[in-house]
């Protein structure tokens, strides 16, 4: 029995030595290999770019168990250990690329080398894409080496840092890479003197070979990133993201698209960017009418008995106060912020608006129109802290306006009925010029006395006709103030015409 047990156990071994081995051929680099791309002493020969080609399919299938297969662990270790031995690799094909094209440019020199650059710069450059995507995941999973960065995986649970930390990354491996380039290439092609040629892409022609330039050859050995940099900011936005979150990731593109404009113009980095920026901003809106479909389903049965401003108000404003906070940063030339935030104001303010008018249409009339003033009111409160929303304030101002008028009317009749001088004012008008005061009925001496009693008892009673207490509910002080002046002067002006009309009567 021990002896078959034995026998078992060293068949597993072996089955797991047979099973070790094939993995390693698959995952791993042989020594041999290893020296021959990293060994500054070897040419650059057909063995190099044999070695090498093996490293990139080692680096293939740490990818594809990376897509298929759950070890993330062993595939990012696997393409970690492996950056460092293609980036030697990229490095002595760098020097050697810089090392044929130095010395004379004329015709004959770039004929008699032109199909021994043609392989290896084609290497170099599919290396540095094909080694892209490793750099970011490396720089992903172990951190940057200045300022004792930590790991941007770790952030991965904070879309707004992840992707900041990403593009940080990012922006300072294209300052590497453009360092890296201008030594490639020979210093009268370096893009300052190109720019001061008037030169964006210089391409020189000699006898039907081309030599690309220096923004083409950034743009390539860049692309790689772009790809990368889309897969991961998707699987950060996957999960539900608040407003406020998504609109600081759009702003976080807009800025390092611009940054990185600065260096590489209108590259493919550059582009993807600016793509990111739209569809990030574009789901920042798309939130907002989320929000506004939810309170259009939910009007029915909406009853606000306090007046004030609701909670799905108050939550809508201070949503909007952060995302304005954001822009006030923002790098937009003063004479375009209205214009470029109109959009937001819009999708965030006018569904509010208007679900906040169906829901007063609900109430009595006084009181809807108390809700709607105390709901733009705290919609406009956030407005008045920027220059670039006066047009929304101006609007704002206006619909307050016309509410308070309507209000101040309303409340004007309603007392002037209660305490029955309505009615007196209306015989008053209505009365022929040939007809006694005395013959109208509302008029009569008697009546009007009592009356008039009636609303002069009012005036010094706490809590009678003239209290006024739905005014009070207003949340601003200074349209408060505002709605009881414009409500005593309105009813002193209608007792003012009717004492003035009564006064025959002595």
């Given at each position: 029995?021990?002896?078959?047990?034995?026998?078992?156990e060293?068949?597993s071994?072996e089955?797991?030595?047979?099973v070790?081995?094939k993995f390693?051929?698959?995952?791993?680099?042989?020594?041999?290999?290893?020296?021959v791309?990293?060994?500054g002493?070897r040419p650059l020969d057909?063995?190099f770019?044999?070695?090498?080609?093996?490293?990139e399919q080692?680096?293939?299938n740490?990818r594809h168990?990376?897509?298929?297969?759950g070890q993330?662990?062993s595939?990012?270790d696997i393409?970690?250990?492996?950056?460092?031995v293609?980036?030697?690799?990229?490095?002595r094909?760098f020097?050697?690329v810089q090392?044929?094209?130095?010395?004379?440019?004329d015709a004959?020199v770039?004929k008699?080398?032109?199909?021994?650059l043609?392989?290896p710069?084609?290497?170099?450059?599919?290396?540095?894409e094909?080694g892209a995507p490793a750099k970011i995941?490396?720089g992903?999973?172990?951190?940057g080496?200045?300022f004792?960065a930590r790991?941007?995986?770790?952030q991965a649970g904070?879309?707004v840092?992840?992707?900041s930390d990403?593009?940080?990354w990012?922006r300072e491996h294209v300052?590497?890479?453009?360092?890296?380039?201008?030594?490639?290439m020979d210093?009268e092609?370096?893009?300052?003197a190109?720019?001061?040629?008037?030169?964006e892409k210089?391409?020189?022609s000699?006898?039907?070979s081309?030599?690309?330039?220096?923004?083409?050859?950034?743009?390539?050995?860049?692309?790689g990133?772009?790809a990368?940099?889309?897969?991961?900011?998707k699987?950060?936005l996957q999960?539900?993201?608040a407003i406020?979150t998504?609109y600081?990731v759009?702003?976080?593109f807009?800025?390092?698209a611009?940054?990185?404009?600065?260096?590489?113009?209108?590259?493919?980095?550059?582009?993807?960017?600016m793509?990111l920026?739209?569809?990030?901003?574009q789901?920042?809106?798309d939130l907002?009418?989320?929000?506004?479909?939810?309170?259009?389903?939910g009007v029915s049965?909406?009853y606000?008995?306090?007046?004030?401003?609701p909670?799905?108000v108050?939550?809508a404003v201070?949503t909007?106060q952060?995302?304005?906070s954001?822009?006030?940063?923002?790098p937009?030339?003063?004479?375009?912020?209205e214009?470029?935030?109109?959009?937001?104001?819009s999708?965030?303010f006018?569904?509010?608006?208007n679900?906040c008018?169906?829901?007063?249409?609900?109430?009595e009339?006084a009181?809807g129109?108390?809700f709607?003033i105390?709901?733009?009111c705290?919609?406009?409160?956030p407005?008045?802290k920027?220059d670039?929303?006066?047009q929304?304030q101006e609007?704002?101002?206006s619909?307050?306006?016309?509410?308070?008028n309507?209000?101040?009317?309303?409340q004007t009749k309603a007392v002037l009925?209660?305490?029955?001088?309505?009615?007196?004012?209306?015989?008053?008008?209505?009365?022929?010029p040939?007809?006694?005061l005395?013959?109208?009925?509302?008029?009569?001496?008697?009546s009007?006395?009592a009356?008039?009693r009636s609303?002069?008892n009012?005036?010094f009673?706490?809590?009678?006709?003239?209290?006024?207490?739905?005014?009070?509910?207003i949340?601003?002080v200074a349209?408060?103030?505002r709605?009881r002046?414009?409500?005593?002067g309105l009813?002193?002006?209608?007792?003012?015409?009717?004492?003035?009309?009564?006064e025959?009567?002595?």
């Amino acid at each position: 029995e021990k002896a078959a047990a034995l026998r078992k156990e060293s068949m597993s071994i072996e089955l797991k030595q047979q099973v070790l081995e094939k993995f390693l051929t698959r995952f791993r680099l042989s020594e041999a290999d290893t020296q021959v791309v990293r060994s500054g002493d070897r040419p650059l020969d057909d063995d190099f770019f044999t070695a090498f080609e093996r490293l990139e399919q080692v680096r293939a299938n740490a990818r594809h168990m990376l897509n298929t297969s759950g070890q993330q662990t062993s595939g990012v270790d696997i393409l970690h250990e492996t950056s460092e031995v293609l980036e030697a690799s990229y490095e002595r094909m760098f020097v050697w690329v810089q090392q044929q094209c130095r010395g004379s440019r004329d015709a004959a020199v770039a004929k008699s080398t032109s199909a021994e650059l043609e392989t290896p710069a084609g290497n170099v450059l599919k290396s540095q894409e094909a080694g892209a995507p490793a750099k970011i995941s490396g720089g992903a999973a172990q951190g940057g080496s200045s300022f004792g960065a930590r790991p941007i995986e770790l952030q991965a649970g904070d879309p707004v840092r992840y992707v900041s930390d990403m593009l940080a990354w990012i922006r300072e491996h294209v300052a590497v890479e453009c360092e890296a380039v201008t030594a490639l290439m020979d210093s009268e092609t370096q893009p300052e003197a190109r720019k001061s040629s008037g030169q964006e892409k210089n391409v020189d022609s000699v006898e039907g070979s081309t030599l690309i330039g220096f923004e083409e050859v950034l743009d390539i050995a860049l692309e790689g990133i772009a790809a990368t940099l889309v897969a991961r900011t998707k699987q950060a936005l996957q999960a539900n993201v608040a407003i406020v979150t998504m609109y600081k990731v759009a702003q976080v593109f807009s800025f390092y698209a611009k940054t990185i404009a600065d260096t590489l113009n209108e590259s493919a980095l550059v582009s993807t960017c600016m793509d990111l920026h739209a569809r990030t901003y574009q789901n920042f809106l798309d939130l907002w009418e989320a929000q506004a479909q939810k309170l259009r389903q939910g009007v029915s049965g909406v009853y606000v008995a306090a007046l004030s401003a609701p909670s799905f108000v108050l939550e809508a404003v201070n949503t909007l106060q952060e995302v304005l906070s954001i822009y006030e940063m923002a790098p937009v030339p003063t004479g375009e912020r209205e214009a470029d935030f109109l959009p937001v104001l819009s999708a965030a303010f006018d569904p509010l608006l208007n679900h906040c008018q169906q829901v007063a249409q609900m109430m009595e009339t006084a009181d809807g129109i108390v809700f709607l003033i105390n709901c733009v009111c705290a919609m406009q409160m956030p407005l008045q802290k920027h220059d670039f929303t006066k047009q929304r304030q101006e609007m704002y101002s206006s619909f307050l306006e016309d509410q308070l008028n309507r209000l101040v009317e309303g409340q004007t009749k309603a007392v002037l009925s209660k305490v029955g001088l309505a009615e007196r004012l209306k015989a008053l008008r209505e009365k022929l010029p040939e007809t006694a005061l005395s013959s109208v009925p509302e008029l009569h001496p008697v009546s009007l006395a009592a009356t008039l009693r009636s609303f002069y008892n009012s005036l010094f009673t706490l809590g009678g006709a003239l209290s006024l207490r739905l005014l009070e509910r207003i949340d601003d002080v200074a349209l408060r103030e505002r709605a009881r002046k414009g409500v005593s002067g309105l009813i002193a002006s209608e007792y003012e015409e009717l004492y003035v009309g009564i006064e025959a009567l002595g």
